[in-house]
């Protein structure tokens, strides 16, 4: 395998690139057609021989999830850089669903759909808590699976997760006017509704906040 092709330092040239080499691609799934947007590193290249040994980290593919402000662009700068370095990215653009229950029902969908029996998950923020869900449910693991098969998630990557939605209720007292702001503004508010009485840090509570009132936020 070649040397993996080194980023530009131009964020918008490695945009660029991304778009230029990567479509997005749109996939309805479920009864109600419930459309899923996406983007999949196999578009740039043939499958490697790593992702043909069935023993190497590369055999399975990452599968990532948004934050509530972000779309399955924000992945860019990984499926460039994992491809080059013989991993399948793909990251996903998930609909509104009702309830979280539908939300990992059509998870699984979209996974059948795109022939993906077990996968690597990232989750970023919402995403986070998202697959949390989904591995709550569907277990993770090599031997997580009902009756100690292979679950459908291998491995599981947190960013800026969070796994309670208590304290968005709880600090709501701008919640309706959030999802009209800017978020550097709604960032600003919302860090002062926090106390210090819980134990992660406020940037953290004030970031989980924020993410959470723009847009797809699903009930506990």
């Known amino acids: 395998m070649s040397s993996p092709?080194?980023?530009?330092?131009?964020?918008?040239?490695?945009?660029?690139?991304?778009?230029?080499?990567?479509?997005r691609q749109t996939r309805p799934v479920g009864a109600k057609n419930m459309e899923w947007h996406?983007?999949?590193?196999?578009?740039?290249?043939?499958?490697?021989?790593a992702a043909a040994d069935k023993?190497?980290?590369?055999?399975?593919?990452?599968?990532?999830?948004?934050?509530?402000?972000?779309?399955?662009?924000?992945?860019f700068h990984q499926i460039l850089s994992l491809n080059a370095r013989g991993f399948r990215v793909i990251s996903a653009q998930y609909p509104a669903y009702s309830s979280v229950d539908d939300w990992v029902e059509g998870f699984q969908f979209f996974l059948d759909a795109l022939g993906l029996r077990r996968i690597h998950l990232l989750g970023n923020s919402l995403?986070?808590?998202?697959?949390?869900?989904?591995?709550?449910q569907h277990g993770i693991g090599p031997t997580g699976g009902p009756?100690?098969?292979p679950a459908r998630v291998q491995s599981l990557i947190?960013?800026?997760?969070?796994?309670?939605?208590s304290v968005?209720?709880?600090?709501?007292?701008?919640?309706?006017?959030?999802?009209?702001?800017?978020?550097?503004?709604?960032?600003?508010?919302s860090s002062r509704q926090f106390s210090q009485r819980r134990s992660s840090s406020p940037h953290c509570r004030c970031h989980r906040f924020c993410r959470h009132s723009h847009?797809?936020?699903l009930p506990r």
């Open 5 to 23: 092709e080194p980023l530009d330092e131009d964020i918008e040239k490695d945009f660029a690139r991304f778009r230029a080499a990567v479509p």
């Open 38 to 49: 996406y983007y999949d590193s196999a578009s740039m290249t043939k499958p490697s021989t």
């Open 55 to 75: 023993s190497s980290p590369q055999a399975l593919p990452l599968v990532c999830l948004h934050g509530t402000a972000g779309t399955a662009e924000v992945f």
């Open 127 to 136: 995403g986070g808590y998202l697959a949390l869900w989904f591995v709550k």
């Open 147 to 149: 009756g100690g098969i």
């Open 158 to 165: 947190l960013c800026h997760a969070f796994h309670d939605t």
């Open 168 to 189: 968005f209720a709880a600090n709501s007292s701008c919640l309706s006017m959030l999802p009209y702001m800017p978020e550097f503004l709604s960032s600003k508010i």
């Open 215 to 217: 847009g797809r936020a």
